[in-house]
């Protein structure tokens, strides 16, 4: 807990520099919500939260007179009612086993870590977790891949760099099914510069998979850098095109001041959340907690 909220230390005191001094009368007017309004979205939660927040403020300025913390108080429970209906845990519960988890995403996201993150967090549920290298076009993908699963003592299939990544993730589920795996996560390309080779080679991964098993895959994870801001959202538009995403995790939140992209993605996507990273060890992975989160970000 207080690693989440020291890692969104710098959101919140980002939010906090953005406010100051702008709750000054008892009563708020028109131009003081302006402001707010105009804080909120520089504060990265998006102009939607913010207008939202701004007409919760609008309606009960008159009911009691707001000062800065009353004003902080409906900015947090905004914000943790925008994040609880996506928040969403991912689940281990397909059977037959195993549960196919593919994780996409750009180069640089946090993919791979976040991917070592998620067999670590598997691991502690007692479940049997196996690594997919599905991201062939990075030697350096497959060999970061192949280390994190030997410090996690899990089993991970991997071929060549260049190799056909659909044919990895064939043996990978056959293995994965031979020796009661109950999670197998995937790593896969993250080239968005070449969406027509992204899109064909996930759809090629889908119809491979979906021989072995038709309900696999049963996730499609895209992991997003919030430091990238509002680059982040777009990235979640492009992804829905390429990829059916059925959740997201978003990834560095430690050491940003724009961790109110994750407010502004949950507003404009209504798209589950699983999870956040706030760090770089196995542990850093959190559960997305939705009122956690909204204090740690409303300070
Ligand atoms: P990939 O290219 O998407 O596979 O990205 P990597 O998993 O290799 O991560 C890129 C860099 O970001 C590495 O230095 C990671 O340690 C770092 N990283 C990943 N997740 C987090 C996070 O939640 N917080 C911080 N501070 N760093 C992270």
């Given amino acids: 807990k207080d690693r989440l909220f020291g890692g969104l230390s710098k959101t919140s005191s980002r939010l906090s520099e953005n406010l100051t001094g702008l709750v000054t009368k008892a009563k708020l007017d028109e131009a003081t919500l302006d402001d707010i309004e105009d804080a909120l979205i520089m504060s990265d939660l998006g102009p939607a939260t913010a207008a939202s927040i701004r007409e919760k403020l609008a309606g009960e300025r008159f009911e009691k007179g707001l000062t800065e ?71 350096a993908a497959i060999g970061q891949l192949k280390i994190w699963a030997e410090r996690l003592g899990v089993p991970i299939i991997s071929g ?106 949950a507003k404009q996507f209504d798209m589950p959340i699983h999870a956040i990273g706030v760090g770089e060890t196995l542990d850093d992975l959190r559960p997305f907690d939705p009122e956690e989160v909204a204090a740690a970000i409303a300070g």
């Fill in 69 to 139: 913390d009353a004003v902080k108080q409906i900015i947090k429970s905004e914000i943790a009612a925008i994040l609880e209906p996506v928040a969403s845990a991912l689940e281990i519960d397909a059977f037959p086993r195993p549960q196919v988890i593919l994780v996409i995403g750009v180069n640089g996201s946090g993919k791979t870590t976040t991917i070592a993150k998620l067999a670590h967090l598997f691991l502690e549920q007692d479940y049997g977790v196996m690594l997919a290298a599905g991201d062939t076009f990075r030697a």
């Fill in 160 to 265: 060549p760099e260049g190799g056909d990544s659909a044919s990895i993730v064939y043996d990978a589920v056959k293995q994965a099914t031979a020796t009661g795996i109950d999670v197998l996560i995937v790593d896969t390309a993250g080239r968005l510069q070449n969406r027509a080779e992204l899109m064909d080679e996930l759809d090629k991964i889908r119809r491979v998979l979906g021989r072995l098993n038709p309900a696999a895959p049963h996730d499609i994870v895209l992991v997003l850098d919030a430091t990238t801001g509002q680059n982040a959202l777009s990235q979640i538009e492009v992804f829905k095109e390429v990829a059916k995403v059925t959740g997201l995790i978003m990834t560095k939140l430690d050491g940003t001041a724009r961790g109110g992209v994750l407010v502004a993605a």
